[in-house]
């Protein structure tokens, strides 16, 4: 099975699945594991790594618009290297630390390839979840789209520093705190716009329009080698980390004027389909 498949088949098997948090008595728990091969280019720093990491789980919290209060992870290499180490820790603490949560452990383990598993908590009474969205609903996203296509673009190049600053984003936490009043549904764009604008539609059993304009970073233009590959970048690479979600028509520019950060209104919640510029949009997008 490719991921799509398995995802589906562990939806059928449980019912808590499928929203980017499990939500338990109040609070809402997520995991991820990133690999050093699939994940971490040639040139992140572990500092980098660490923030990332984290970030990553911290980002679904932001998607059910809870408050984050914890994260741990576990740390697996073929050698522990004290700087390195250090360095990791210190990327895991200051991702929290600009959300408000605290980093408080984990575990180490013996690996082949340098691997991290991380998990993070949160708390909200209200969920925003992905199931939601309803016809004539505003399709939105926070931020920018295209950020981590352009950092893996100058890792490639050897840009390592540059590349380094972009992966270290900040998780959406106070803008999904700020949404979670009106947005209908919610998900984070880690899987790129076009399959998360896909997973938000199909949980609602309702289509999207997309007509944009589409916000991509500027620094895609400076990496792409033409419009297409511009496209390819920003609504398909994916691991942005951004929120998509959907908010009612009347209620668009009182959630644009609470949100924290850009709130960009990118399409409509359609009866079926998912179409962007009026041409039918692939569900395709980032894969392990």
Known sequence: MDEQTALGF???????????????????ITT?????????PAGTTRYTAGWRAVGASL?????????????????????????????????????????????????????DEFTVATTALGETADPVRRAG???????????TLGRTAAAVRLFDRGEVERANELFQFTPRVAAGRALAPYATAMLDSS?????????????????????????LDERV???????????ELGVFFGEDFELVCTVPEPDFEAARAATPCPLHRIGTIAESGVTLGGEPLPDRGYSH
């Open 10 to 28: 562990i939806g059928q098997r449980l019912s808590a699945a499928g929203d980017d948090c499990a939500v338990v008595d109040g609070q809402v």
């Open 32 to 40: 991820d594991m990133l690999h050093e091969r699939t994940d971490f």
């Open 59 to 111: 980002s679904d919290v932001a998607a059910m618009g809870a408050e984050a209060t914890a994260a741990v992870a576990v740390y697996a290499a073929p050698a522990f290297d004290e700087a390195e180490l250090g360095a990791f820790l210190d990327g895991a603490t200051g991702v929290c630390d600009a959300v408000g949560a605290e980093y408080v452990g984990g575990d180490l383990d013996g690996h």
């Open 133 to 143: 969205a309803e016809p004539g609903d505003a399709v939105c996203v926070t931020g």
């Open 191 to 215: 899987d790129g716009l076009a399959r998360s604008v896909h997973q938000l539609a199909g949980a609602s059993d309702c289509g999207a329009a997309l007509t944009g304009p589409l916000p």
């Open 221 to 231: 233009d400076a990496v792409a080698e033409d419009a297409d590959d511009r496209r």
